[in-house]
């Protein structure tokens, strides 16, 4: 499969976007606690121009039922995962992992400091940039030749990124949201089912109820 993604025509723009897109989420990963909040910001911008850039739309605005319901099913799904799996990391420990990890990613948006309308945008952001360059853009690139396996690259290769974090939960639980996101967008054929299940699993694992 390797030699297959390296046979791929290179793409110049696609280049060019992704190196934009990783140096902008390199940069989020390391600036301090107190600028996350506008560096997602940046970050989430970069992918949106990025997408565009290389001809993403968001085709079909009308909302299509079967897309929505895939959304919602895999956003509801993915927060049970994540429940269970805070409740085993609490009761077991692996590698010495405990809940502090993921108390650290929780609060960088549901902060105190952040006022509830700010958590609410920097997620609406977060889902629309991840979903159209990571979905609209990259995934769609791959699809026409790997099909539904391509959710998995592209979900290996933002974890890749986020290995600058150097938060196994982070890293880990980045690979299992793009990868359920990545199916979602393949078999909902719209980018409206991977943002509803991005969107709504932010806020419930944010905001409304977070897995602690």
Not at 18 to 32: D, Q
Not at 155 to 165: E, G, K, N, P, R
Not at 171 to 182: A, E, P, R, S, Y
Request: hydrophobic share 55%.
């Amino acid at each position: 499969m390797f030699d297959e993604i390296v046979a791929l025509k290179v793409d110049r723009r696609l280049v060019l976007g992704l190196a934009a897109v990783v140096a902008a989420m390199v940069v989020l990963f390391e600036v301090p606690r107190g600028y996350f909040v506008a560096a997602t910001f940046v970050a989430t911008s970069c992918m949106i121009v990025a997408a565009l850039g290389l001809g993403s739309r968001w085709r079909n605005v009308r909302p299509k039922p079967r897309a929505l319901v895939l959304g919602l099913a895999s956003a509801g799904a993915l927060y049970l995962v994540f429940y269970a799996g805070g409740a085993f990391v609490d009761s077991f420990h692996p590698f010495g992992i405990t809940s502090s990890s993921e108390n650290a990613v929780y609060s960088l948006i549901a902060a105190p400091s952040n006022p509830l309308f700010l958590q609410v945008l920097v997620l609406l952001f977060d889902s629309a940039g991840f979903e159209s360059f990571f979905r609209g853009s990259l995934q769609t690139k791959l699809q026409g030749r790997f099909g539904v396996a391509a959710a998995p690259l592209v979900a290996a290769l933002d974890a890749a990124i986020h290995v600058t974090t150097f938060n196994p939960i982070w890293i880990g639980g980045t690979f299992l949201t793009d990868v359920v996101w990545g199916i979602t967008f393949y078999y909902g054929k719209s980018l409206q089912g991977s943002f509803v299940s991005h969107f709504v699993w932010d806020l419930a694992i944010f905001i409304v109820r977070p897995v602690t």
